[in-house]
């Protein structure tokens, strides 16, 4: 599996050392329950989430970009920075990696040319904010990317940024980590770092594969 060998070389350090790469660590993501949904928020927003359960709290998101397009090669947060001891894709309820043929991956599929990385919790809040919208603007409701997601990266001048934390409510804690996905649309698998006790370490989410 070409995908998980290169994702142990560039990854299984506490850096990132690879001159095709550009590495920036941009804030935080708060985890309320340990469930990560790894998803397009605009087209799979029902999405469900890994089967490993992670850490609760904030933790570190970065960002590396492939430098030659400056486009958002790999999106990782880190639990801890504990010695990286395996790797595994990570998968949802009913997958089985052994089902896979050789290349294959189970990830998610990416049309509006975003991703996100978010707890089940905050899954639930974006779909009660949707589902909030659309009731009371009924036939002015014009999506929940434009009702939402669109002012974060865009504003009247065009691009603010390829990337934006955003919290679909007040009353809970939970942050979405959002971001342009690759060169757009595709299917992108997630891997997770695992410790020698089998607790998760990081979680890298591949768009383009640097080698």
């Not at 660590?25 to 989430?49: F, R, W």
């Not at 492939?66 to 395996?86: D, G, K, L, M, Q």
């Not at 603007?137 to 865009?154: L, P, R, S, T």
Request: glycine share 6%; proline share 4%; net charge negative.
């Amino acid at each position: 599996m070409t995908h998980l060998e290169n994702i142990k070389k560039l990854f299984s350090k506490n850096f990132v050392e690879n001159p095709l790469l550009e590495s920036f660590e941009v804030g935080k993501i708060y985890l309320s329950s340990g469930k990560l949904v790894a998803c397009d928020p605009v087209i799979t927003n029902d999405m469900q989430p890994f089967t490993t359960e992670f850490p609760k709290g904030n933790f570190s998101v970065l960002l590396h970009k492939e430098r030659e397009s400056n486009c958002v090669a790999y999106a990782e947060i880190i639990f801890s920075n504990t010695a990286v001891s395996e790797w595994e894709m990570a998968v949802t309820a009913g997958q089985n990696v052994k089902d896979l043929a050789e290349e294959e991956v189970f990830g998610y599929p990416v049309e509006s040319g975003m991703g996100c990385l978010m707890d089940a919790d905050t899954q639930n809040s974006l779909n009660e904010l949707e589902k909030r919208l659309y009731h009371s603007k009924g036939a002015d409701f014009m999506g929940i990317y434009e009702e939402f997601f669109h002012e974060y990266f865009f504003d009247e001048k065009g691009a603010i940024d390829q990337y934006a934390f955003l919290k679909p409510a007040d009353e809970h804690p939970g942050t979405i980590f959002a971001f342009e996905t690759g060169y757009g649309e595709g299917f992108y698998a997630s891997y997770i770092a695992y410790d020698k006790d089998h607790q998760p370490v990081k979680i890298i989410t591949e768009f383009i594969e640097i080698s």
